[in-house]
């Protein structure tokens, strides 16, 4: 059965993400068009290129984790450089490892740019906070004068995951108009970052113009963790940023799961892990996916096309539009 799939931002706890896909495909069904932010944009953009559940198993087991947060020797000194890193560049880690890994996976599977896909099928999540805005990719990205169609996949992905503060921003340079005046730098560029700035789980994408005659189940996969309400240790102007933020992804969109998308979220525990962990053991990471993969299943074993549609009606198509 054709479902479309909808993956929250979670950081390196995305590897149950992966763990949910394998057990909705071992169970047959099909992903039609997907979309994701952050961590859940990486398994979008693996699935909308073709990968399985399984695959993308054996991609974690293999994902050079600690070599996303590499940063040159300079930025090394303790904290004199870390903070400097931080005031230069904006990001504590420049994501351009994460951005490469992803563009290699993918060209594994003959997929580079949005155009190597069909129309619609891959959506990424991603934030400007330069105009403070939410941007759905590839199609915002036109923009910024660039083609949606020439857009890369693993860039949007980077766009979609970069954790204020702790990944570099990317920058889109600005198209000036002449005037005579020098125009500063730093005013030059767009800074794009982690789409969960604005909407960490974005079940909505698939909404906006579905009919009663045309539905396709929207099954979104998100990250919870042991508690409701976790504890955040926070020691300084670092660990109070990674809080304030891991604060917003975990809550900002939970009153809009809890109201009226329950009967369409697959809710997988991701064991007490943070979102910048990255440093993970092979038994952790393979113990979130063991977690996505029995959430997953125990949801679709209970799942049924009826009571599915009997609530998209009451909970969406008739809900009020904002």
């Known amino acids: ?47 909308a290129a073709g990968y399985t559940g399984e695959e993308m198993r054996e991609l974690i087991l293999r994902a050079p984790f600690k070599s996303f947060m590499q940063r040159s020797a300079i930025f090394n000194t303790k904290l004199i450089g870390p903070a400097t890193r931080l005031l230069i560049k904006k990001g504590l880690y420049s994501g351009e490892a994460l951005e490469h890994w992803v563009n290699w996976q993918l060209a594994l599977k003959g997929i580079r740019n949005f155009g190597d896909l069909k129309h619609n099928q891959l959506r990424i999540i991603a934030s400007d906070i330069t105009q403070g805005k939410l941007l759905i990719l590839p199609e915002d990205i036109a923009q ?18 970069s954790i204020p503060y702790f990944f570099d921003p990317v920058m889109i340079r600005r198209q000036l108009k002449s005037s005579g005046k020098a125009t500063p730098f730093t005013e030059q560029f767009y800074y794009i970052v982690d789409g969960g700035l604005l909407s960490n789980y974005p079940l909505w994408v698939f909404d906006q113009n579905t009919t009663r005659d045309e539905i396709i189940p929207v099954i979104g996969f998100q990250l919870v963790g042991k508690t409701e309400t976790p504890t955040h240790k926070i020691k300084g102007p670092i660990t109070m940023l990674e809080a304030l933020f891991g604060t917003m992804l975990s809550a900002h969109d939970e009153r809009y799961i809890e109201q009226k998308n329950r009967f369409r979220t697959v809710k997988i525990p991701t064991l007490g892990v943070g979102n910048t962990q990255f440093n993970l053991s092979k038994e952790l990471s393979l113990s979130l996916y063991d977690s996505g993969y029995r959430a997953s299943e125990d949801y679709f074993n209970e799942w049924s096309a009826k009571t599915y549609e009997e609530n998209y009606e009451k909970f969406v198509l008739r809900a009020p539009q904002k």
């Open 1 to 47: 059965m054709l479902i479309n799939g909808v993956f929250e931002g979670g950081g390196v706890k995305g590897i149950a993400l992966a763990g949910g896909v394998s057990a909705a495909m071992d169970l047959g069904y099909e992903f039609n068009q997907v979309a994701g932010t952050s961590s859940g944009s990486i398994v979008a953009a693996f699935l």
């Open 144 to 161: 910024y004068g660039i083609d949606p169609k020439r857009f890369s996949i693993a860039k949007a992905v980077r766009m979609s995951t």
